[in-house]
């Protein structure tokens, strides 16, 4: 498991060659990527910052992975958060995961950003027309968030 929080910007590729590497279990990798939007609740936006309180952010994602490993056998994950100002269309966040199958790996990687999105520590400010603006939690995120009470 490999966690980062990071103003620099990242490389898709060498991230998902490197949680591939030595891993010849591995039969299916699923990612996802998340970039800042210009447009949120209405309003333009032209910047974003994000601010998190080290050590204890890093924390909430290991539980988070390891609650995800209890529920499907994946090999590896890997959860990369930029923090700092961003611009829209940056990339903002990396989940990928590393599983045998892909039905594992789709699962686990959809679980660990659904909680990213609720649980994980994270301050975002908005930089809009209006002025500057914290964004706040969204019921979509706490509706996908939801579903997984299902999962045994």
């Not at 991230?15 to 209405?42: C, H, K, W």
């Not at 002025?131 to 999962?151: E, P, Q, S």
Request: some cysteine; overall charge negative.
């Amino acid at each position: 498991m490999t966690i980062r929080i990071q103003q620099a910007d990242f490389d898709l590729s060498t991230e998902l060659a490197n949680l591939r590497a030595g891993s010849p279990q591995v039969g299916a990798i699923v990612s996802f990527v998340g970039t800042v939007r210009d447009l949120n609740d209405g309003a333009t936006v032209s910047r974003m910052e994000l601010e998190h309180y080290p050590g204890m952010t890093e924390k909430s994602i290991a539980v988070i992975i390891e609650r995800a490993r209890a529920h499907w056998p994946i090999a590896d994950a890997l959860v990369i958060h930029r923090i700092g100002p961003l611009l829209p269309t940056e990339q903002i966040v990396l989940v990928a995961v590393a599983a045998a199958h892909r039905g594992e790996a789709f699962a686990a990687c959809e679980f660990i950003m659904d909680y990213l999105k609720t649980e994980a520590p994270f301050w975002k400010k908005e930089q809009t027309p209006d002025g500057a603006r914290w964004v706040d939690a969204r019921a979509v995120d706490d509706a996908a968030l939801a579903k997984w009470a299902l999962v045994p």
